[in-house]
């Protein structure tokens, strides 16, 4: 009977400090190799997996002491994917807690209107959250991987703000951009004028980045976009300092000379009539709109005033009176 008493007491001491221990490292401080640690779970990552992730990341908590905990309450089937940071003093508890709440760290990269496809790639490369998939493609490889009809990247991609998870790949981002756009564009398309002098969407597209270049103060796009489709209209060459820039590429210095405006490119609008072969930027919302529904109006040509705004004339006889105000004083 004693023998029976000792072995019971046993079991209930074992059986305590069983309890007590898994208490303890629920709730105990993780220790870290690093303050803050960062790891990511894969999608359609297991408990197990993700426990292994985080073991590895230098979080002193046994791979198997996640596991069991997660499946003690019902959390195994529960993990979300994504990038995470974590400080010290978490306990085990609160790590399962984050990881089923899905509390992942975003960065950001922001998308602004009228730069081009050049910059838009350096700033994708210069990202430090990115994982830089794109780096060694070309521009039409891209456009391969993206899924994309067009065999030229310009004006593709809609200018906004995108979060999404470090150590995202830069083809993910560029491809929710792309998608973005095309909606964007297809509505616009729609509303537009019947009476526009433009065929497809991707020439409105081509027309809306133009707008968005030539755009010094936002209540000018529409009387913008109204000069450059009664131009078209009447058959008048666009002659737009923007496109120009564009088609010199590299070899623009921050100078536009007159040399440069008879220097044959398709895109200079200053030899070539009609649009040029492709956007020039990415066009934002509102010049998709101008674009698409200019007011009506007999403006011919515009001159900017030095204050970001412009000055709009019917003929050329009041555009060179206003040149001669406003750019040669």
Same mark, same amino acid.
């Given at each position: 009977m004693r023998t029976f008493k000792i072995f019971l007491l046993v079991v209930i001491l074992a059986f305590v400090a069983a309890i007590a221990s898994a208490s303890w490292f629920t709730v105990r401080h993780l220790p870290m190799n690093s303050d803050p640690t960062a790891f990511s779970i894969p999608a359609g990552a297991s408990l197990r997996t993700a426990a292994q992730v985080i073991e590895a990341a230098g979080i002193d908590l046994p791979a198997w002491q996640l596991e069991l905990l997660g499946r003690l309450m019902g959390r195994s089937s529960k993990? =979300?994917? *994504?990038s995470y940071e974590v400080d010290e003093g978490l306990t085990a508890l609160g790590l399962l807690? =984050? &990881?089923?709440r899905g509390d992942v760290t975003q960065a950001e &990269? #922001? &998308? #602004?209107? *009228? =730069?081009t496809f050049r910059q838009l790639r350096a700033a994708l490369n210069e990202h430090p959250d990115l994982a830089h998939d794109t780096q060694k &493609? %070309? $521009?039409r490889q891209i456009l391969a991987r993206l899924g994309a009809k067009e065999t030229h990247p310009e004006g593709l991609f809609f200018p906004d703000t995108y979060l999404f998870d470090k150590g995202s790949s830069d083809l993910d981002v560029l491809r929710r951009a792309?998608? %973005? /756009?095309?909606?964007?564009?297809a509505a616009a398309w729609q509303m537009r004028d019947a009476t526009l002098p433009i065929k497809t969407p991707y020439e409105l597209l081509i027309l809306a980045s133009i707008v968005e270049k030539e755009t010094g103060v936002p209540a000018d796009r529409p009387r913008v976009a109204a000069v450059f489709t009664n131009r078209l209209r009447r058959g008048m060459l666009l002659q737009t300092d923007p496109t120009v820039i564009y088609g /010199? *590429? $590299?070899g623009f210095d921050g100078n536009l000379r007159k040399i440069d405006l008879q220097t044959d490119t398709p895109w200079n609008t200053y030899m070539r009539p009609g649009l040029p072969p492709t956007p020039i930027a990415m066009p934002g919302q509102a010049s998709l709109q101008a674009a698409a529904t200019p007011p009506s109006s007999n403006m011919l040509y515009f001159v900017a005033r030095g204050d970001g705004s412009s000055e709009f004339s019917e003929s050329l006889d009041e555009h060179n009176s206003a040149v001669a105000k406003y750019q040669k004083r």
């Open positions: 993990i =979300k994917a *994504g807690e =984050k &990881l089923t &990269l #922001v &998308l #602004v209107e *009228g =730069k &493609l %070309s $521009d792309y998608r %973005s /756009m095309q909606p964007r564009l /010199m *590429g $590299d």
